[in-house]
């Protein structure tokens, strides 16, 4: 069974930096790409980030440009989100999200990431 396990979140200084894993099983990880997504309180989920299958090409939004990184390992089954130069308005539920495997796209449970003094 395709299952997606978010876990580093918690709370952050504004400024301060943290990583999220999601950790893969049950597909063949490496032909999938990977989205982050995050949801804050009152606020629709809104896309983060996307790192292809090889790992050769990534994506984020706007918002978190220049700020966030995605990577992954293959043989780790994992990928990561490394969130630096944080703000308060990054504080969310973040989620990964598998491609669409035979039709259907599989998300993780969350993590909190709160950002505040």
């Known amino acids: 069974q395709v299952q997606l396990v978010e876990s580093g979140g918690g709370l952050v200084q504004p400024g301060g930096s943290l990583r999220l894993s999601c950790a893969a099983s049950g597909f063949t990880f490496n032909q999938y790409a990977i989205n982050w997504y995050r949801q804050a309180p009152g606020k629709e989920r809104e896309f983060v980030a996307i790192?292809?299958?090889?790992?050769?090409?990534?994506n984020t939004a706007d918002s978190v440009k220049g700020r966030f990184i995605v990577s992954r390992d293959n043989a780790k089954n994992t990928v990561y989100l490394q969130m630096n130069s944080l703000k308060p308005e990054d504080t969310a539920v973040y989620y990964c999200k598998t491609g669409r495997i035979r039709g259907q796209a599989y998300w993780g449970q969350g993590t909190q990431v709160t950002v505040s003094s």
């Open positions: 790192i292809n299958g090889a790992g050769d090409f990534t």
